[in-house]
């Protein structure tokens, strides 16, 4: 553990916009107590995270290397979590995803860039839903008023073909948040939305066809999942190794955003250990 909060100190860092985020960001998944794993799970975040461990991570995030922080942008939970984290002092660039269960997502992102984020992308699932529904274009309506706001735009989706589409007609955005795993092979809601767990499958032939598609565009990508949302944690071995792919497998101008849940492990100081070596053996090959 030591060698890693050594090695994190010198996590790699890229242009996004006017900022330079670390090519490790911190996800926010684990603070709203969205494991994507189990309803064990869940409520295992849910006791650990009160609003005061979440400031605590962010701070330790912090102190581990890392400067960004990717969360949704709801207005109870993490706009307050990152109000108390400024009041302490804290520092991290906001990544934010619309928040889906709003009544007005227009008012959301007028919200998020007023909060300071410096990018905004559109929630996956809510693309998923409407890509689904043959509605896909209504999508460009939101990347349109993010544009307004002067933040980075940006695109989450769980369905290769949206990326596809969305390359092929050019769509004015700066950045995707591209999943290792397509959880969308049904019709699906977040439980953040619709307050019920579903399961989800992740296949393992998924990583490849996306990381093709993170190759194949010149426009930056963040890439969520690496390790399955916990699938590949069962080890630290497995951690390792799943950094070690995602670097080796994605652009150097793109970024991981992983969830951090430090309740076991120091995972910000052993993640960000694992990026900065997983960024190195993916620089001398």
């Given at each position: 553990m030591s060698q890693a909060k050594i090695l994190s100190g010198a996590l790699p860092?890229?242009?996004?916009?006017?900022?330079?985020?670390?090519?490790?960001?911190?996800?926010?998944?684990?603070?709203?107590?969205?494991s994507h794993f189990t309803e064990e799970m869940n409520l295992d975040m849910q006791g650990y995270f009160t609003s005061?461990?979440?400031v605590e991570?962010?701070?330790?995030?912090q102190a581990a290397g890392i400067n960004a922080f990717q969360g949704r942008g709801d207005f109870h939970r993490v706009l307050y979590y990152l109000e108390l984290?400024?009041?302490?002092?804290g520092s991290l660039h906001f990544i934010a995803q619309t928040a889906s269960e709003m009544a007005d997502i227009h008012r959301n992102i007028r919200v998020l860039a007023a909060s300071g984020a410096a990018g905004i992308y559109h929630h996956g699932t809510q693309t998923d839903k409407f890509w689904l529904e043959g509605r896909i274009d209504k999508v460009r309506d939101y990347l349109e008023t993010m544009r307004d706001t002067g933040?980075?735009?940006?695109?989450?989706?769980?369905?290769?073909?949206?990326?596809?589409?969305?390359?092929?007609?050019?769509?004015?955005?700066d950045f995707y948040m591209v999943p290792?795993?397509?959880?969308?092979?049904?019709?699906?809601e977040s439980i953040l939305v619709s307050g019920k767990f579903q399961e989800e499958v992740f296949d393992p032939e998924d990583p490849p066809v996306f990381c093709r598609f993170i190759r194949s565009t010149a426009r930056q990508c963040l890439a969520y999942?690496?390790?399955?949302?916990?699938?590949?944690?069962?080890?630290?071995?497995?951690?390792?190794q799943a950094f070690e792919w995602a670097f080796s497998h994605i652009k150097p101008t793109d970024c991981v955003v992983v969830g951090?849940?430090?309740?076991?492990?120091?995972?910000?100081?052993?993640?960000a250990g694992y990026a900065v070596e997983a960024i190195r053996a993916a620089e001398r090959t």
């Amino acid at each position: 553990m030591s060698q890693a909060k050594i090695l994190s100190g010198a996590l790699p860092t890229v242009d996004f916009g006017p900022c330079r985020v670390t090519r490790l960001i911190v996800g926010g998944n684990p603070f709203v107590w969205n494991s994507h794993f189990t309803e064990e799970m869940n409520l295992d975040m849910q006791g650990y995270f009160t609003s005061e461990r979440v400031v605590e991570t962010l701070h330790r995030c912090q102190a581990a290397g890392i400067n960004a922080f990717q969360g949704r942008g709801d207005f109870h939970r993490v706009l307050y979590y990152l109000e108390l984290f400024r009041r302490q002092g804290g520092s991290l660039h906001f990544i934010a995803q619309t928040a889906s269960e709003m009544a007005d997502i227009h008012r959301n992102i007028r919200v998020l860039a007023a909060s300071g984020a410096a990018g905004i992308y559109h929630h996956g699932t809510q693309t998923d839903k409407f890509w689904l529904e043959g509605r896909i274009d209504k999508v460009r309506d939101y990347l349109e008023t993010m544009r307004d706001t002067g933040v980075r735009v940006g695109l989450a989706a769980h369905i290769p073909e949206i990326f596809d589409y969305v390359e092929d007609k050019a769509w004015d955005l700066d950045f995707y948040m591209v999943p290792f795993y397509n959880i969308a092979r049904k019709p699906r809601e977040s439980i953040l939305v619709s307050g019920k767990f579903q399961e989800e499958v992740f296949d393992p032939e998924d990583p490849p066809v996306f990381c093709r598609f993170i190759r194949s565009t010149a426009r930056q990508c963040l890439a969520y999942k690496i390790m399955g949302a916990g699938r590949k944690c069962g080890t630290q071995e497995k951690v390792k190794q799943a950094f070690e792919w995602a670097f080796s497998h994605i652009k150097p101008t793109d970024c991981v955003v992983v969830g951090m849940f430090p309740k076991y492990l120091d995972q910000p100081s052993l993640n960000a250990g694992y990026a900065v070596e997983a960024i190195r053996a993916a620089e001398r090959t």
